[in-house]
C-alpha cells in the first residue's frame, strides 16, 4: 500500500509539473497557439477572408472552386522568405492525430511568392499576398486548419496563425435567432435555435459524433462548444435550448472613418501630422451601459481596408496613430480594452487602455493602417479570461448580430473531425 502511495504522489507531481510547464509555454516566445495570433511586432493588418467577398468568414467548400485570401504587412519594409503549412484540427482547435499527407495534396510547405513594397507612405511596409488552396500546399479532408506562417528554414518559430475551415457540406442546417426565451434574459440576450439534418453520413450514434460549434459574428473567444442534440427523429437533431445557447445581445459596434487623412471625417476630432506620421483623435466618449438601443449601421465589428488618399488601398494605405478616449469611472477590479476586429477580439497591452486621472477617462493608442473600423470598449475583471463589453456598452436584444452554426462528424473509430455543415443566421 506504501508502494502504491508513492507511486501515485509521483504521478501527481509529474503531471502537475507538466500542466504547469504547458501553461509556462504558452507565453513564451515561438510556442505555437492554435488560435489566431500574431507573434511578431513588425506584423500588422492580416486578413483571411473569401475571395471577392469581403468581411467574409474563412471558410471554403471543398466541392467548389472557393479560395482564400490571405494577406499581412512587415513593417519593417523588406523582404523575407516568408512560408507557410497547414495544420489540420479537431472541432476544438486542438491538433488532428493524423500525417501531413493524410489530409495535403502537394507538399507540406510552401513559400509566400506575392509580396509587393508601398509607396507613397511615411510608414514603409511589405505587402505579402497568398492564395488558399493554391501552389503546392492544398487541403483535401473537410474540417480546421491552422494557417501558419514562418521564417523559411525556422518552422518551429511562427510568425503568424490563423484559423481556416474547409466544408464539405452534407447536412441542412435550419435556424432561428430570436429574443431569449427565459424571462431574466428577455431584455439582454439572443437564443439561436437550430436543426441538422444529414444526409450521406453514415453515423452510428449521433450524440457522440456529430459535434456543432455556435459563433457571434465569427468570434471564437465567447464561441458555444459541447451543445448536444435535444431531440433526434430520424436523421434530424434538434437543438433548441432556453440557456445554454444564448449570447449577449451587447450593442451595435462604435466606428470611425479614417480612410482619408485630408478631412475630418467620421468621429474625428483631430488630425496631426508630425515627423513620425500622424495621429488621428477620435471624438471623446462615454459609457453607453445605461443608454437605450439604437440601430446604427455597423460590420458586426470588423475592418475594411479602404484608402481614398491614393489609387491603391494595400500599397498606399498610411498607418496612423488613433487615440481612444473613453470617459468613465476607474474600475479597480479590471481593465478596458480597445476590441474588436482591430485588435484579432484578444485582451493584450497593445490595446490594453490606462487611465488618465487628470481628465477622468481611459486611453489608448492603436497603430491602424487607413480604412473603416468597427470596435467596443472591453472590460476584462481580475482573474477571468472572456472579455465583457457590456460594462461600457450595454447589453441589448434587439441588436443586429450574425450568428454561424458549424457541424462536425467523427465516425466511430475516425482519427478526425470533419466539417460537414455551415450555415449562417441573422438576428433583424
Known amino acids: 500500500m506504501k508502494i502504491q502511495y508513492v507511486i501515485l504522489s509521483l504521478f501527481c507531481i509529474l503531471f502537475y509539473a507538466a500542466a504547469a510547464q504547458e501553461n509556462s509555454d504558452y507565453y513564451r516566445e515561438g510556442y505555437l497557439r492554435y488560435e489566431n495570433y500574431i ?10 477572408e473569401q475571395e471577392n467577398l469581403r468581411l467574409s468568414d474563412p471558410v471554403i467548400d471543398i466541392g467548389k472552386d472557393d479560395r482564400l485570401i490571405f494577406s499581412f504587412d512587415d513593417l519593417d519594409g523588406d523582404y523575407k522568405n516568408y512560408s507557410y503549412t497547414l495544420i489540420h484540427c479537431n472541432h476544438d482547435w486542438t491538433p488532428s492525430n493524423i500525417f501531413a499527407n493524410e489530409y495535403l495534396q502537394g507538399f507540406e510547405e510552401d513559400r509566400i ?17 497568398l492564395i488558399i488552396p493554391g501552389g503546392e500546399v492544398r487541403p483535401v479532408l473537410p474540417g480546421n486548419y491552422l494557417l501558419k506562417v514562418f521564417i523559411e528554414g525556422d518552422r518551429d518559430n511562427p510568425v503568424i496563425t490563423r484559423r481556416l475551415m474547409v466544408v464539405n457540406n452534407r447536412t441542412v442546417i435550419e435556424g432561428n435567432v430570436h429574443r431569449a426565451t427565459i424571462v431574466q434574459d428577455r431584455e439582454s440576450r439572443q437564443e439561436v435555435d437550430f436543426s441538422v439534418a444529414y444526409r450521406g453520413v453514415q453515423v452510428s450514434n449521433p450524440f457522440d459524433e456529430i459535434k456543432v460549434v455556435v459563433q457571434q459574428n465569427g468570434r471564437w473567444d465567447n464561441a458555444i462548444f459541447g451543445l448536444k442534440p435535444l431531440f433526434l427523429k430520424d436523421n434530424l437533431l434538434e437543438y433548441e435550448y432556453d440557456d445554454e445557447n444564448t449570447f449577449n445581445g451587447g450593442n451595435e459596434y462604435r466606428t470611425f472613418d479614417i480612410r482619408t487623412l485630408r478631412i475630418y471625417t467620421q468621429y474625428v476630432e483631430t488630425i496631426l501630422k508630425g515627423t513620425d506620421g500622424f495621429t488621428v483623435m477620435l471624438l471623446p466618449e462615454i459609457s453607453r451601459s445605461f443608454s437605450r438601443y439604437s440601430v446604427e449601421n455597423d460590420i458586426n465589428g470588423k475592418y475594411l481596408i479602404r484608402n481614398q488618399d491614393g489609387r491603391d488601398d494595400h500599397l498606399e494605405g498610411e498607418y496612423v496613430k488613433v487615440k481612444f478616449r473613453l470617459k468613465h469611472d476607474i474600475l479597480a477590479n479590471g481593465n478596458f480594452y480597445v476590441f474588436g476586429g482591430l485588435s484579432d477580439w484578444r ?4 490595446n490594453k487602455m490606462e487611465y488618465n486621472y487628470d481628465e477622468g477617462r481611459y486611453e489608448a493608442i492603436l497603430y491602424l493602417k487607413q480604412g473603416y473600423y468597427d470596435y467596443q470598449y472591453a472590460f476584462l475583471e481580475d482573474g477571468k479570461t472572456v472579455a465583457d463589453e457590456t460594462v461600457a ?7 443586429r448580430n450574425e450568428y454561424s452554426v458549424l457541424v462536425y462528424h467523427r465516425a466511430t473509430g475516425s482519427r478526425v473531425d470533419q466539417l460537414i455543415g455551415y450555415q449562417k443566421f441573422q438576428y433583424r
Open 39 to 48: 507573434y511578431k511586432d513588425n506584423i500588422r493588418t492580416v486578413i483571411l
Open 393 to 399: 456598452e450595454g447589453n441589448h436584444f434587439e441588436t
Open 347 to 350: 485582451l493584450s497591452s497593445n
Open 113 to 129: 511568392t506575392d509580396y509587393r513594397t508601398s509607396f507613397n507612405t511615411l510608414q514603409p511596409y511589405t505587402h505579402y499576398r
